[in-house]
């Protein structure tokens, strides 16, 4: 497997919390949009339903400290690394 940076976070960005349970994943500002987002700490494309559903709502508890109630979006489309799963949050008139 190539490299991927997503499974070798580095901690140059601000991170806001990391996970090992009920499962490993992490929450950090993207280092290519300044969004927050949520990484899972297995590398793979589809989290199960409840991993998505569990990493959105703690991704959401960011966002509306960051960006105001009802003034995020979730954006679970993996644009620069399509291979390991990630969600970003972003402010609602983001355009990308």
């Known amino acids: 497997m190539a490299k991927c940076d997503l499974c070798e976070l580095k901690e140059y960005t601000p991170w806001y919390a990391s996970f090992t349970l009920p499962f490993k994943f992490t929450l950090l500002d993207c280092d290519s949009c300044d969004t927050p987002m949520a990484v899972l700490g297995e590398h793979r494309k589809a989290p199960t339903d409840e991993e ?13 400290k960051k960006y105001g109630d009802g003034e995020f979006i979730i954006d679970d489309v993996m644009r620069q690394i399509p291979d390991h799963c990630h969600i970003h949050v972003r402010p ?3 355009r990308g």
């Not at 998505?52 to 509306?64: D, K, Y």
Request: net charge positive; hydrophobic share 60%; glycine share 0%.
């Open 52 to 64: 998505r559903a569990f990493m959105i709502e703690a991704l959401s508890l960011i966002a509306r």
């Open 92 to 94: 609602k008139r983001w």
